[in-house]
């Protein structure tokens, strides 16, 4: 028999929520982004493919993947670690750090990009030292690095934090009573129940980190093919009055994005089945 | 007598070994110092390198003035509009059962994986001078780009999941019951809403806000695409701090840069009080 559309509920208030809920999506979210669609593709396909595939966009969209990326993987292994040391380990001031690492999210962007400029700046605190090494950060791909890495670091932990808390003791207990070492314990029974929320995280991490644009802008130093991040670069096609070029990057960098969340969500369902628990 | 006391002897086969757990909590303190303290002590440092007061003054100026305000008046129209819509969608996807459920979620979730600019993007192109809509709406002397309601739509959006994503979780856990209870007792749609089903997620309710807001007071990348950056007019606080700092006016800058830190630090100190003290009326995500 064919299910109902809405199943009949004694709670009121359908028509109100629904109406709240569908009408406000559809004209903040949904109608937006179908004007993203519209304007990029208004000129047609082959227009649209003109805009996105010129050498500064290439350069601007695999910098931000690339990147995005090797944040991201730096964040899954901190963030497992560090979720794993607030979980386990007592030491002093362990709740203030449990804390701190919200930073990140609650540290409007801007803030996060002009303090992380004047630190690593060659007359900033961390720049000079770097400076005195020969080594240059802010205005580097180096500097880029680490704003992503700062703007993706709580994602990781925060998702893999509650698993680690619900572990039983007594499955880790049972593999070292079988003699495993603790190496062993960590890598084929702790890490297979941590890994579908890690690559959560690691998902969540990336996209964040491929979309920022605060944080990166003033330590990125901007220059075209080399250190220019592709939101910086719709922002200046829109100031260029550019809006179809505009539009079309932004069409790629959201199909970009959403095709990471769709290989990073299959993979995680095939670690799930892999480990035979959902 | 031996000097080896048996709980020394006696170490528990589920943990690392001592060195082990010393090596990585030092290394984790030391890699936060960098990451996260830092950037926090620079802020500070740079706001008042010229004495507390020089960065008082920056404060007082007009351009701060109107920043600081708008800012205000953003998140005091975005933050309610979001808190109502969490309520109505949470409500939604939790008292009843309909097809299609898992698609409004995920159609909720769309901000999280869609970048600022991109967010800010989709309004100029939605609601710019350009497109049929937006040619309409300066026709009627409304216009959204380059004003204030583009500004409150692209808060708004960035932050749109948030209190339904904080609800969900608490009210799909709490299930129907009672307020099935409370209809059977005769009492109308919004009393059980009011006296029964709020009580219950107040604690989430502002958990959200609170993030919601901090989010909506600190938003850059899709505030700039729509703003225009009109002093006095359109220039929010991060947008302010922007051109402050590109105009090498450091110290108001980072100025501007500490009273946001200062609210971020607010809301983390709130959201760990509520996660401290209410933990079992929050999602259970939260719970440590």
């Known amino acids: 028999m064919r299910q109902p559309f809405v199943h009949k509920s004694p709670i009121p208030g359908l028509g109100l929520s629904a109406g709240i809920t569908l009408s406000m999506l559809s004209l903040m979210v949904l109608l937006p982004i179908a004007g993203l669609l519209v304007q990029g593709f208004s000129a047609g396909i082959p227009a649209f493919l003109a805009a996105v595939n010129t050498p500064r966009t290439w350069a601007a969209l695999y910098l931000s993947f690339r990147l995005s990326l090797v944040a991201a993987l730096f964040n899954l292994v901190f963030g497992v670690v560090l979720a794993w040391v607030l979980v386990r380990y007592r030491f002093p001031f362990r709740k203030v750090l449990n804390a701190a690492v919200d930073l990140p999210f609650a540290l409007p962007t801007a803030v996060a990009g002009i303090a992380l400029t004047a630190l690593y700046a060659p007359n900033g605190a961390f720049g000079q030292i770097a400076k005195d090494w020969g080594f240059k950060i802010a205005y580097t791909h180096w500097g880029i690095l680490i704003a992503l890495i700062f703007v993706g670091l709580p994602f990781v932990t925060r998702t893999v934090q509650p698993v680690i808390e619900e572990i039983a003791r007594e499955v880790e207990e049972a593999s070292a009573t079988l003699g495993a070492t603790r190496a062993y314990t960590l890598r084929r029974v702790i890490w297979p129940m941590l890994a579908p929320a890690a690559l959560t995280g690691f998902a969540l991490s990336l996209a964040r980190a491929v979309g920022e644009y605060g944080s990166v802008i003033f330590i990125a130093g901007n220059i075209p093919l080399k250190t220019e991040i592709a939101p910086l670069l719709i922002v200046i096609k829109l100031e260029e009055y550019n809006e179809p070029g505009a539009a079309a990057i932004g069409i790629a960098m959201l199909v970009m994005s959403f095709g990471m969340l769709f290989i990073i969500n299959a993979a995680q369902v095939f670690s799930r089945k892999r480990m035979a628990y959902v | ?288």
């Open chain 2, 1 to 288: 007598m031996s000097d080896i006391s048996p709980a020394r002897a006696f170490r528990p086969a589920a943990t690392e070994a001592p060195w082990a757990r010393i090596t990585l909590t030092l290394a984790v303190v030391a890699i936060l110092a960098v990451l996260l303290f830092a950037p926090l002590v620079t802020v500070f440092y740079e706001a008042l390198r010229e004495g507390v007061g020089a960065s008082l003054a920056t404060l007082a100026n007009p351009e701060s003035q109107s920043a600081i305000w708008l800012t205000l008046f953003v998140a005091a129209f975005a933050v309610p509009l979001n808190a109502v819509f969490g309520v109505a969608a949470a409500w939604l996807i939790t008292k009843y059962s309909f097809r299609g459920k898992a698609v409004l979620i995920t159609l909720i979730d769309i901000p999280f994986s869609v970048s600022p600019v991109v967010a800010g993007l989709c309004i100029v192109l939605t609601f710019g001078a350009n497109s049929w809509v937006g040619s309409w709406l300066v026709a009627q002397g409304l216009p959204v780009v380059f004003a204030v309601p583009g500004i409150v739509m692209a808060s708004m959006f960035v932050t749109f999941p948030f209190v339904a994503r904080e609800l969900i979780p608490v009210m799909v856990e709490q299930g129907r019951a009672a307020e099935e209870a409370a209809l059977t007792l005769g009492a109308s749609g919004w009393r059980v809403f009011f006296t029964v089903t709020l009580p219950n997620i107040r604690w989430a309710l502002l958990y959200g806000v609170l993030l919601c807001n901090a989010r909506a007071m600190g938003e850059f990348g899709a505030v700039a695409v729509v703003s225009g950056k009109i002093r006095g007019l359109t220039a929010t606080m991060p947008i302010t701090i922007e051109m402050l700092y590109n105009e090498y006016s450091s110290v108001a800058a980072f100025t501007l840069a500490a009273v946001l830190a200062l609210l971020a630090l607010v809301t983390l100190a709130l959201k760990s009080l509520l996660e401290w003290r209410y933990a079992d009326q929050l999602a259970a995500t939260h719970r440590h």
